[in-house]
Structure formats: C-alpha cells, structure tokens
Nanobody
Framework: QARLVESGGGLVQPGGSLTLSCAVSELPFRVITINWYRRQAPGKESELIA?????????NITDSVKGRFTISRDDGKSTVYLRMNNLQPEDTGVYYC????????WGQGTQVTVSS
C-alpha cells in the first residue's frame, strides 16, 4: 500500500531551522511530483508551499517562504526534504506531503511549532 510519511517537525525558537522529510513507499518515486502543504490552523485551508518534480527538473517555493525554505529530493532514498530556515511564528502549523499518481496520497502530517 502506498504511503507518505512525514517526519522532522517539532518545537523551535524563532530564527531556528528544521528539516522535514517525506518518505515515500510503494509508488514510482522517481517519476512523481511531491508537494508540501501547510495548514496553519484547524479549519484553515491548507496552503501549497513547495513542490518538486521528478528528477528535480522543476521545483517551486511559494513567495511567502521563498528565501527561507528549500525543497530537495533523494531518489535513492525515495525521500523529499523541506529545509526551513529562519523560522517565524507564522510558520507554525501542520506540514503535509502529497502526491497524485493513480489517486491522491497524503501523509499524516508533522507538527511544526515556532515559539519562544
């Protein structure tokens, strides 16, 4: 069964850094695009903040986090990373990875809390 599993979230002070991982199994990782979404509060719509295509041919970071977040992938590990630097309280939320193949797949999410 296809799975996406996020990890790497936690509590960090403003200005700190985290690297989130999205480990993918039972999907043709090398040819799929992986997206990172963020939901900043329960009931609030999730925001697409980054995506990376197969073989890292294309990627994008949304303007609100551009310059602070980077996305990368390791095809050998079937894992996509979201490196987040200079984190701010407004970056607090649940981060999800997602992909579309035969259907849409979501991970369970990882909580990021930025607070002093």
């Amino acid at each position: 069964q296809a799975r996406l599993v996020e990890s790497g979230g936690g509590l960090v002070q403003p200005g700190g850094s985290l690297t989130l991982s999205c480990a993918v199994s039972e999907l043709p990782f090398r040819v799929i695009t992986i997206n990172w979404y963020r939901r900043q509060a329960p009931g609030k719509e999730s925001e697409l903040i980054a995506w990376i295509s197969r073989m890292s041919i294309k990627s994008n970071i949304t303007d609100s986090v551009k310059g602070r977040f980077t996305i990368s992938r390791d095809d050998g590990k079937s894992t996509v990373y979201l490196r987040m630097n200079n984190l701010q309280p407004e970056d607090t939320g649940v981060y999800y990875c997602n992909t579309n193949w035969d259907t849409e797949y979501w991970g369970q999410g990882t909580q990021v809390t930025v607070s002093s």
